[in-house]
């Protein structure tokens, strides 16, 4: 890129199919195009010039495509909804709704199990579930067999960072109230679920950067509830990790997640099939 718009090796490049550019390069030209006009044209000049072929088989999908458009009625109703729909879809994918519906069930349930006093004795079970809970949203939002639209999104300009991070608060932004709520009626100290639940997404992102998502959510889940789940309801006893002296190593692993995801930002640029 070129001050404030893409040099002409790069746009010449990108009309010649890319594969000339490096992976971040297309990225870049791709998210440049969405918002500069300049741009838009002078590809389209350079395709009409230079790739006949691509411009044939454009005008050809156009020609078919401009009468259906002249036809259409415009559509006055529900254009509020289609326009929340649309900002939604920025953030969170239809296939999360289920798992969500799910996450905030299993927490009521959690909640249920502490009121009757049917849990596990001395530790409560919100507390127990709350730092895997937003990890099993994460999950299913980059779940390739889950989202129907996946190859779409994966592709798009825009799927790096900033669409995992939005996703990612979606999630928060949903099971932290629910978890808040329960929390206070059962007596657990906010930062007692809440750094842990910090924490382990942190872990999901940073470790999701080279394996995947959804992979990193599994394994991070498989881990708790092997080395702290089991055990905690085998003995009925609160685990070390649960208890209020362990906070200051749940906030030093937020922060080191955070800090690797920040390091390596450029590795959710372009998403593998698996991310």
Do not use: K
Not at 27 to 46: F, I, N, P, T, Y
Not at 151 to 179: D, F, K, N, Y
Not at 205 to 215: F, K, S, Y
Not at 231 to 240: E, G, K
Request: overall charge positive; proline content about 5%; some cysteine.
């Amino acid at each position: 890129m070129s001050g404030e718009h893409a040099s002409g090796r790069i746009i010449e490049g990108y009309a010649r199919g890319g594969a000339d550019l490096a992976a971040d390069e297309v990225w870049a030209v791709e998210a440049h195009l969405e918002a500069c006009r300049v741009c838009r044209d002078r590809l389209s000049a350079v395709v009409t010039a230079e790739v006949p072929a691509v411009a044939s088989l454009v005008g050809t999908v156009w020609s078919g495509l401009e009468p259906r458009l002249a036809v259409t009625a415009t559509m006055r109703r529900g254009r509020f909804r289609q326009a929340w729909l649309s900002r939604l879809s920025r953030w969170m994918t239809p296939a999360m709704v289920p798992w969500l519906a799910m996450v905030v069930g299993v927490t009521l349930l959690a909640l249920l199990l502490d009121v009757v006093g049917a849990g596990t004795g001395e530790v409560s079970m919100v507390l127990l579930f709350s730092p895997v809970l937003p990890v099993l949203g994460v999950a299913a939002s980059w779940a390739r067999g889950l989202d129907p639209a996946y190859e779409l999104t994966a592709s798009a300009p825009r799927a790096g960072l900033q669409l995992v991070l939005r996703r990612t608060a979606s999630v928060l932004g949903v099971v932290v109230p629910v978890l808040l709520v329960c929390g206070w009626l059962t007596g657990v100290m906010v930062a007692q679920w809440l750094l842990p639940c910090l924490a382990f997404t942190t872990a999901t992102l940073a470790l999701g950067g080279a394996v995947g998502m959804t992979r990193a959510a599994v394994a991070l889940g498989v881990v708790w509830a092997a080395v702290v789940m089991a055990p905690t309801v085998a003995t009925s006893r609160t685990a070390v990790v649960l208890r209020p002296d362990g906070l200051p190593v749940w906030a030093l692993l937020a922060a080191l997640g955070t800090a690797v995801v920040i390091a390596r930002r450029s590795a959710y640029t372009v998403l593998d099939p698996h991310r």
